[in-house]
């Protein structure tokens, strides 16, 4: 685009707002008996009612009612007592039916909204415009078959899978807003047993409508809808690169067309791939085979009583139960297998503090670099604790401790047992100490005698040269001690 793309951002503010279907951790489907699950061979979980058959009928899924109401619950939604199930009619080969069971005209809840991190670091919330209930549709498998260079494959497992459609306000204005936006909300979808929020399997998937106006103009200017979202980090790139095309294209003094546009990961570009469609197109109408959706006092409250603790919950239990830093409580807190993997480790250890240090800096690390999950990783919160123990009893230093812990995320093997075979075991036996000190003291005079003429940084020479003997293990305040035992005179 040349010359000029950072001035065509400062110029224009990016208005964004998110489309975010979560599919619900039900047994079975939205309206039919069948298994809500990922990864069974294709189309074993189908039934008359999944398949669109002539002459079945849905019957809807009390629970996933429960899940839903736990969504809005979450978010401070408005739900509404009564609403009501709608036909969105459209074509395509995944959808055997013909039309989506959906919400339109009457959804289950409205209001609400999502705390996020601004970029000064104050939180802000991000409205929702509403939460609805829709079955999903089934998939295409265009890949992985010895005729797919030929053929695509319908797998009907996932039609009927129950969803809520979370639709966001326009109030994202920048890429990493909208980052924000979707890691606070997949926390508290995962936190409330609502959603498993795995990206990878689709459980969630994200559209954006993006469109850009001068800066200090109050109209919007025209939008397009971004699909094809897998990831967060997609949705961040995807926006950058519309934004900035959408900026060049207003700067030219054309327009931006309407329309639904596929983000293409390996180009790192859009592309259209529809006029974007009006809801008028769906011609929706109220579902004949089902009554209003009517949701009791007593059904929310149950849904209310059900809702297990929340992200900012946590946070704060986990500042007053454990006496972790507010900040240690934030990045301990944001995915749910983090928060409950230090919990464990807490519990196990003993000391909060130290188990918190090392979730914090090695586990999160080790995450970052694979791609295992904490359900999959080697070493268990028990383990890890006793690791730490090792550590607070002296036995090894907190530097061979990382060593081991390295050895035991390859193996999977027992810290006590790395320790034992290696000979890790920390040197705190004075006797033992004591001859070295002497040995290293008398082999450099001319550092001890800068220590007795008070130059202090002369100690820690000393205490590398300690270490460097013992191959790391000496124990520090040991090693320290006797040191300026023998060294004398100094500060
Ligand atoms: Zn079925």
């Known amino acids: 685009m040349g010359p000029g793309v950072a001035g065509l951002v400062e110029r224009y503010e990016p208005v964004i707002g998110l489309e975010v279907h979560a599919q619900l951790l039900t047994r079975t489907k939205l309206f039919c008996g069948c298994e809500n699950r990922f990864g069974a061979p294709p189309n074993t979980l189908v039934c ?15 629970r996933a009612v429960t899940l839903a109401l736990r969504a809005a619950l979450a978010t401070g939604c408005t739900v509404h007592p009564v609403s009501a199930f709608e036909r969105k009619n459209y074509f395509y080969p995944d959808l055997p039916k013909g039309y989506q069971i959906s919400q339109y005209a009457r959804p289950l809840a409205t209001g609400g909204s999502v705390a996020i991190d601004g970029p000064d670091g104050a939180r802000r919330s991000v409205r929702l415009a509403r939460i609805h209930m829709e079955e999903d549709a089934g998939k295409l498998l265009h890949e992985g078959f010895p005729w797919s260079g030929e053929r695509s494959g319908i797998d009907l497992n996932r039609a009927g899978v129950p969803l809520i459609e979370i639709v966001s306000e ?8 909208a980052h924000a936006y979707l890691t606070a909300l997949r926390a508290l979808l995962v936190y409330a047993e609502v959603s498993d929020g795995n990206m990878e399997e689709g459980s969630l998937r994200c ?3 993006v469109s850009v106006r001068r800066r200090g103009a109050d109209s919007l200017g025209t939008r397009t809808e971004i699909k094809n979202l897998n990831s967060f980090r997609n949705v961040a790139r995807a926006l950058e690169h519309e934004i900035t095309r959408q900026a060049a294209v207003v700067e ?24 974007k469609e009006e809801a008028h197109d769906y011609r929706y109408f109220p579902e004949p ?10 059904w929310i409250e149950e849904a209310r009583r059900s809702l297990p603790e929340l992200p900012a919950q946590r946070r704060r239990r986990f500042v007053g139960e454990y006496g972790l830093p507010p900040y240690d409580a934030g990045v301990l807190t944001e995915e749910k297998e983090v928060a409950d993997y230090f919990e464990a480790v807490a519990r196990a250890g003993g000391d909060a503090k130290a188990a918190s240090n090392w979730v914090m800096t090695e586990v999160l690390r080790k995450l970052k670099e694979g791609d295992r999950g904490l359900a999959s990783c080697p070493v268990g919160p028990e383990a890890l604790a006793r690791l730490v123990k090792l550590v607070d009893a002296g036995t090894i230093s907190g530097r061979t401790a990382k ?8 193996t999977g093997e027992e810290a006590a047992a790395i320790v034992e075979r290696e000979g ?5 036996d004075d006797s033992a100490l004591e001859a070295l000190v002497a040995e290293v003291v008398a082999s450099s005079p001319g550092q001890a005698a800068s220590y007795r003429g008070g130059k202090e940084a002369a100690l820690g020479w000393f205490v590398g040269q300690m270490m460097k003997r013992t191959g790391g293990r000496a124990n520090p305040q040991r090693v320290n001690a006797l040191l300026r035992k023998a060294l004398g005179g100094g500060s």
């Open 48 to 62: 008359p009612v999944c398949l669109g058959l002539p002459g079945a009928l849905p019957v809807l899924n009390r």
């Open 207 to 209: 559209d954006a409508n």
């Open 252 to 275: 030219s003094g054309r327009e931006v067309v309407q329309e639904t546009r596929l983000w293409n990961a390996e180009r790192g570009e859009t592309a259209p791939m529809r006029s």
């Open 403 to 410: 060593d081991v812990f390295e050895k035991m995320w390859a």
């Open 424 to 428: 890790l075991t920390q040197l705190s």
């Open 170 to 177: 326009p109030d994202l204005h920048a890429p990493a807003e």
């Open 289 to 298: 085979d089902l009554p209003l959706l009517a949701v009791s006092a007593s």
